[in-house]
C-alpha cells in the first residue's frame, strides 16, 4: 500500500513557476514508476509526465514538454513536478499517481488526492 499527499500548488500569475511535491508513504515507493496528471475543469484527466523507478527515464506529453520537468528523491520518497512559464490553460487539479511502468499507457496503481494550481492571466 501507497499513500500519496501532494503540496505545492497555489495561485500564480502566467509566466511564473511553481513546484509540486508529492510525498510517498510505504517501504515500495522505490519500486513505482511514478506520474503527474492533471484535469481541469470539464475535461478529462491527462497525463502530464513519468519518471521511472529509478529516476533514469522520464516521459513528457506535448503540452508541457520544455515547461515541466518531473524527478524524484527515493531517499525523501518524493516525486517533484516543477513547472516552470505556466500559462492560464495549466489551471487544473495536479495529481500525482504510483505506476507499474513510466510509459504511458501503464495503469495506475495509486493516486494522490490533487493540489490545485490557479494561473491568472
Known amino acids: 500500500q501507497v499513500q500519496l499527499v501532494e503540496s505545492g500548488g497555489g495561485l500564480v500569475q502566467a509566466g511564473g513557476s511553481l513546484r509540486l511535491s508529492c510525498a510517498a508513504s510505504?517501504?515500495?515507493?522505490?519500486?513505482?514508476?511514478m506520474g503527474w496528471f492533471r484535469q481541469a475543469p470539464g475535461k478529462e484527466r491527462e497525463l502530464l509526465a513519468t519518471?521511472?523507478?529509478?529516476?533514469?527515464?522520464?516521459y513528457y506529453a506535448d503540452a508541457v514538454k520544455g515547461r515541466f520537468t518531473i524527478s524524484r528523491d527515493n531517499a525523501k520518497n518524493t516525486v517533484y513536478l516543477q513547472m516552470n512559464s505556466l500559462k492560464p490553460e495549466d489551471t487544473a487539479v495536479y495529481y500525482c499517481?504510483?505506476?507499474?511502468?513510466?510509459?504511458?499507457?501503464?495503469?495506475?496503481?495509486?493516486w494522490g488526492q490533487g493540489t490545485q494550481v490557479t494561473v491568472s492571466s
Open positions: 519518471i521511472n523507478w529509478s529516476g533514469t527515464t522520464t
Open positions: 510505504g517501504r515500495t515507493f522505490s519500486t513505482y514508476a
Open positions: 499517481a504510483a505506476r507499474f511502468s513510466y510509459l504511458p499507457q501503464a495503469n495506475v496503481a495509486y
